[in-house]
């Protein structure tokens, strides 16, 4: 089971760069970048609607949407924010070195949410590996742009 869910991340995070060519595609053509990512969370929620039509999902859940806490909203901004910015950075940086930045600052932010069990993650304590694999990470984004 745990291979299968390492399969998707892989898979999931292989789709990111594509997504972000794609999307810079459209806002070149649209000449406009906020443009292109309305259009790319246009046509992603029309999928994920007839995704859960074909899967049958309980789209009555959806009323639960309101019990939430205000700040879960802010994910969807946040999602705005990532597609425009990376329609933005994507042709001016390169594909590698912005998505060498993007998952520098997701693992940056990623070891401070595990380390404190900030918005109800469990906790994964720093240590010196996880650290070093940041490092590395770091490192790598620094050769990514040198070259």
Do not use: C, E
């Amino acid at each position: 089971m745990k291979f299968i869910l390492i399969l998707v991340a892989i898979l999931a995070g292989m789709s990111l760069p594509v997504q972000a060519v794609l999307n810079a595609k459209m806002g070149k053509a649209l000449g406009d970048p906020i443009y292109a990512s309305l259009i790319s969370f246009v046509f992603g929620a029309i999928s994920m609607f007839i995704y859960a039509l074909i899967t049958k999902v309980n789209l009555g859940a959806i009323n639960q949407a309101a019990n939430v806490h205000w700040s879960v909203w802010l994910a969807g901004t946040m999602g705005a924010f990532y597609v425009t910015a990376v329609i933005i950075l994507t042709p001016k940086l390169g594909a590698a070195l912005a998505f060498s930045l993007v998952t520098a600052g997701q693992l940056g932010v990623a070891i401070i949410l595990d380390h404190y069990g900030w918005l109800g993650m469990p906790v994964h304590i720093i240590s010196w590996p996880r650290l070093v694999g940041i490092l590395l990470v770091t490192v790598g984004v620094v050769i990514i742009h040198k070259f």
